[in-house]
């Protein structure tokens, strides 16, 4: 069974949806309890970072979605839910994230090296170049596949130990990160057709 965490940001149903086309059960649940001893945890989302972090605490899934993790069980963000596992975030203002990776998310172009014409938000295809081979979310996906993006905001990890794979948009940043039986990725496998069913596809086989 996979749980889909609903905290009212993010499109659950198309993601639903996927791993339905892939023969897997799919529940979306705002439940904590449920949350917590999940035996496969996504956590996907669209929108404000200050508002997704809000939502998980005032519903009490902080801790639900810690203990998750903790206990190794398999774990995927997607997009915002990705951003969410840092320390903090820098999008209108500074917001303390879930603390599960060591690092921050910052603004694309705020940073030194940026070409100063690049388009905010990064929007559309572009491809995966993968920095751990072994990652079993990459089984089948060759080197240079291409993903479906929406984002303003990328992660920075502290340690690059973190980094399953990069994707170049004025210069290279973390695309796909992995801890453990934790991974995230800041495309969005569910709208990339048949390449992130596949990520969906080895997700669910962990």
């Known amino acids: 069974m996979i749980t889909i965490v609903d905290y009212g940001m993010g499109n659950l149903r198309s993601v639903q949806k996927a791993f339905e086309r892939l023969g897997h059960e799919a529940l979306i649940s705002s439940d904590p309890d449920q949350i917590a001893h999940a035996q496969r945890l996504v956590l996907p989302g ?22 998750h993790v903790a206990a190794d069980r398999p774990f995927l963000g997607i997009c915002l839910g ?7 975030s820098h999008e209108d203002g500074e917001w303390e994230g879930l603390g599960l990776v ?9 940073t030194d090296g940026y070409p100063e014409d690049l388009k905010i938000p ?7 170049d993968p920095v751990d081979t072994s990652c079993p979310l990459l089984t089948e ?6 993903f479906y993006f929406v984002h303003s905001y990328y992660v920075d990890p502290v340690d690059d130990k973190h980094i399953v ?3 170049d948009y004025g210069l290279p940043f973390a695309s796909m990160i992995g801890r453990g039986r934790m991974f995230a990725t800041q495309f969005h496998p569910e709208k990339s057709q048949r390449i992130g069913l596949q990520l969906l596809a080895n997700f669910a086989s962990l």
């Open 165 to 167: 794979g990069r994707t």
């Open 102 to 110: 060591p690092g921050e998310v910052v603004r694309f172009g705020s």
């Open 46 to 67: 669209v929108g404000a970072f200050r508002d997704a972090i809000a939502e998980l605490n005032r519903l009490q899934m902080v801790d639900s979605i810690r203990d």
């Open 141 to 146: 996906i060759p080197a240079g596949s291409s």
């Open 82 to 88: 990705l951003q969410l596992l840092l320390d903090r």
């Open 122 to 128: 990064h929007m559309g295809w572009n491809t995966l």
